[in-house]
């Protein structure tokens, strides 16, 4: 089966704190989310999101049978960076391994590149994550480098690496 990303609906909102309270997708990502997530933690986001600038962040449902199973984003930065853009994606535990993560890369980066004039896309999993870091690897990503000790995460000090997308 599929996954297909599309814009975020409010209706989402269970599906995200069903897949937020879980500290095993937590401890993959930055700080910061409230825990346990809530329904309206997830209405906030998602009314957050949809009312982004256009031109600057592409946020997602990664979903299967049109069900909320994950997030993707891509988010543009700024100054001299601006055709530059960040990535940070998710999966709800019960989807890891399935492929869906890959797939939404794929179209996400599929998506920026068609409609705006980003030319690169980069993404900084922590170096541990092994499963993350074969993701970026088989949407088409090269590993640049690793950022040693570059983030504190539950107490721990972790290496992050550094992949990126240019566009072709």
Known sequence: MACVIRRWRVSDQERLAEMLSNPKVLDNLRDGL???????????YIRSML???EDK???????VDDRAIGSIGVFRRENIHFR??????????PYWGK???????KQVCRYVF???DILRIF??????NAA??????KAGFQLEGTLRSNAVKNGAVLDMKLYALVRA
């Open 34 to 44: 409230p825990y346990p997530y809530t329904p309206a933690d997830g209405e906030t």
């Open 123 to 128: 993404a900084e999993p922590f170096a541990r």
């Open 57 to 63: 962040t592409f946020a997602f449902a990664i979903t």
């Open 84 to 93: 530059t853009a960040e990535l940070g994606y998710y999966i709800g535990e």
């Open 51 to 53: 009312a982004a600038d």
């Open 132 to 137: 993350s870091c074969r993701v970026l690897e």
């Open 99 to 105: 492929g869906y993560a890959t797939s939404a890369v």
């Open 114 to 116: 068609d409609h705006t």
